[in-house]
């Protein structure tokens, strides 16, 4: 069984004698890592018909490619759409996003993915430090210590972010947290904002609406290593 299985993956009996531990694992590694999204654009396996396919992709998809703006794209049944610019694309059953706008082939969500990441890096790398880069009002705020587990929210506050800190804006206060300080950013479930600094964690959810704490997670993590400079 072991012999077989190398033999799916190139590996000859003597070259497992030869090769090193570290060589071993890459072959192997290299041998059974599937790119989904390769595989679906080559054989385009045809998903399940659904009424919502479309729901939740603005959680992760942020910037209209037609007019270049982000946060202007909602989910309706099938189609992803930019209340901006109008554009419309539908979330095929090929897992791929496609329009009839000009100059907009069929798309995976990691090209989609891959195109608005480069777009905010961009525009990060020109910003100033007194412009507002993002600014978010009325979420649910929480901070613990990095000990502890996360209970309910403290308060509702506003976060602003710009190019050297972050500011949460309080009913009778403000907080000022400078990038520099702040450990990491990253997304929890699928739209919770998490900020580790320091010794305390804090968090942002906005039940009001959908937002993209993907986008947030993103810039602070960059405006990191613009930082670090």
């Not at 998809?61 to 946060?71: D, H, V």
């Not at 419309?88 to 195109?115: G, H, P, Q, V």
Request: net charge positive; charged share 35%; hydrophobic share 35%.
């Amino acid at each position: 069984m072991v012999k077989e299985g190398l033999e799916d993956l190139g590996i000859s009996l003597d070259e497992l004698k030869k090769s090193s531990l570290d060589d071993l694992y890459k072959r192997i590694l290299d041998g059974i890592t599937v790119d989904d999204n390769k595989y679906q654009s080559e054989f385009r396996y045809r998903q399940f018909w659904s009424m919502n396919r479309a729901k939740w992709l603005e959680l992760g998809l942020f910037y209209c490619p037609k007019c270049k703006k982000f946060e202007t794209l909602y989910s309706k049944k099938d189609n992803l759409i930019c209340n901006e610019c109008g554009i419309i694309a539908k979330y095929n059953r090929y897992s791929m996003l496609e329009s009839k706008c000009d100059n907009f082939n069929e798309t995976l969500l990691t090209s989609w993915d891959d195109e608005q990441k480069r777009v905010l890096y961009s525009r990060l790398d020109f910003c100033d430090e007194n412009t507002v880069i993002l600014f978010e009002k009325e979420l649910d705020y929480y901070c613990v210590k990095k000990t502890e587990y996360f209970k309910k929210p403290i308060c509702r506050a506003n976060l602003v972010i710009y190019k050297e800190k972050i500011e949460i804006e309080f009913e009778n206060d403000k907080k000022t947290i400078f990038i520099k300080n702040i450990d990491k950013a990253k997304l929890q479930y699928k739209d919770v904002l998490e900020i580790h600094y320091n010794d305390d964690c804090i968090r942002f959810r906005n039940k009001n609406k959908k937002w993209s704490a993907y986008l947030y997670a993103l810039t602070i993590n960059y405006l990191l290593k613009i930082n670090a400079k």
